[in-house]
Nanobody, 112 residues
Framework: VQLQAFGGGSVQAGGSLRLSCTASGIIFSINAMAWYRQAPGKQRELVATITTGRSTNYANSVKGRFTISRDNAKNTVYLQMNSLKPEDTAVYYC???????WGRGTLVTVSS
């Protein structure tokens, strides 16, 4: 199983980014997926989850700003991040299931 996240970068506060995570070596459609993040000096935080039935859940800190979605035909899960804040700065990771298998992260930096 391999997971690779893409789409990180630097953006000013109020801006948007879309992260993508492509999975290989699995039957993607039968797995829930999740995005986590870890900011410098802080504990890892569960940001968003999406089930096989496309039900979603979000951390309170990102509700209304972030949207998780999936494209089973492309084996890809997305995280659309809008109205970004400096406190969203972190390395973002996608996981198979809720933290079962981890991919490489992608760094998001939000400047004020």
């Amino acid at each position: 199983v391999q997971l690779q996240a893409f789409g990180g970068g630097s953006v000013q506060a109020g801006g948007s980014l879309r992260l993508s995570c492509t999975a290989s070596g699995i039957i993607f459609s039968i797995n829930a997926m999740a995005w986590y993040r870890q900011a410098p000096g802080k504990q890892r935080e569960l940001v968003a989850t999406i089930t096989t039935g496309r039900s979603t859940n979000y951390a309170n800190s990102v509700k209304g700003r972030f949207t998780i979605s999936r494209d089973n035909a492309k084996n890809t899960v997305y995280l659309q991040m809008n109205s970004l804040k400096p406190e969203d700065t972190a390395v973002y990771y996608c996981t198979l299931g809720i933290g079962n298998v981890w991919g490489r992260g992608t760094l998001v930096t939000v400047s004020s």
